[in-house]
Antibody, heavy 126, light 111 residues
Framework: QVQLVESGGGVVQPGRSLRLSCAAS????????MHWVRQAPGKGLEWVAV????????YSADSVKGRFTISRDNSKNTLYLQMNSLRAEDTAVYYC???????????????????WGQGTTVTVSS | QSALTQPASVSGSPGQSITISCTGT?????????VSWYQQHPGKAPKLMIY???KRPSGVSNRFSGSKSGNTASLTVSGLQAEDEADYYC???????????FGGGTKLTVL
């Protein structure tokens, strides 16, 4: 069945780095855009970053730009999020999410996040 | 990247209908028919309920419907049931650079 499984979360000190991974199965990973979405404790959903099919088109939220890097390895059906210079406000559950969107004429359109992982928890604390 | 605006909470009795609004701008909701809605129960991952403003994924009850007028999208839940009690989030495509923006979430209580 279609499945996304995140890993790599944990407790890390402010200023340190962490890399999250997301293993995809049950669908053709290289045909889909993939997001990271996070949810701080007791708060709402916050979009973090997206990477489209071939890994060239990728975008991130202003709150993580310059610190977080999204990437993918289509040969391993795996999505990554490299998180550097972590801050307390990055504490959250991080979800790996599939998008049913598409790219056309050089522009990629997010069109609904239809498969979600169970999430991995990142806690930034000294 | 400003969040879309949703009411913090709505409530209704079993069998009734409720509507949750989601107000954005001409840069997101108003410009694209790429609004989606998500249901999240406590401790669970969100679930896609509506995409492209009004389309339902396979398996989602037809008690859930979506619409849009101008910069505001809406989710209507008819025939409220106890299991509909959850948090609901709207989301919109917002152009290449901003890309995606979520609403702040609405807690639906079934009285």
């Amino acid at each position: 069945q279609v499945q996304l499984v995140e890993s790599g979360g944990g407790v890390v000190q402010p200023g340190r780095s962490l890399r999250l991974s997301c293993a995809a199965s049950g669908f053709t990973f290289s045909s889909y855009g993939m997001h990271w979405v996070r949810q701080a404790p007791g708060k709402g959903l916050e979009w973090v970053a997206v990477i489209w099919y071939d890994g060239i088109n990728k975008y991130s939220a202003d709150s993580v730009k310059g610190r977080f890097t999204i990437s993918r390895d289509n040969s391993k059906n795996t999505l990554y999020l490299q998180m550097n210079s972590l801050r307390a406000e990055d504490t959250a559950v991080y979800y790996c999410v599939r998008d049913r969107g598409y790219c056309s004429g050089g522009t990629c359109y997010a069109d609904g996040m239809d498969v979600w992982g169970q999430g991995t928890t990142v806690t930034v604390s000294s | 990247q400003s969040a879309l605006t949703q009411p913090a909470s709505v409530s209704g009795s079993p069998g009734q209908s409720i509507t949750i609004s989601c107000t954005g701008t001409s840069s997101d909701v108003g410009s694209y028919n790429l609004v989606s809605w998500y249901q999240q129960h406590p401790g669970k991952a969100p679930k896609l309920m509506i995409y492209e403003v009004s389309k339902r994924p396979s398996g989602v009850s037809n008690r859930f419907s979506g619409s849009k007028s101008g910069n505001t999208a809406s989710l209507t839940v008819s025939g409220l049931q106890a299991e509909d009690e959850a948090d609901y989030y709207c989301c919109s495509y917002a152009g290449s650079s901003t890309h995606v923006v979520f609403g702040g979430g609405t807690k639906l209580t079934v009285l």
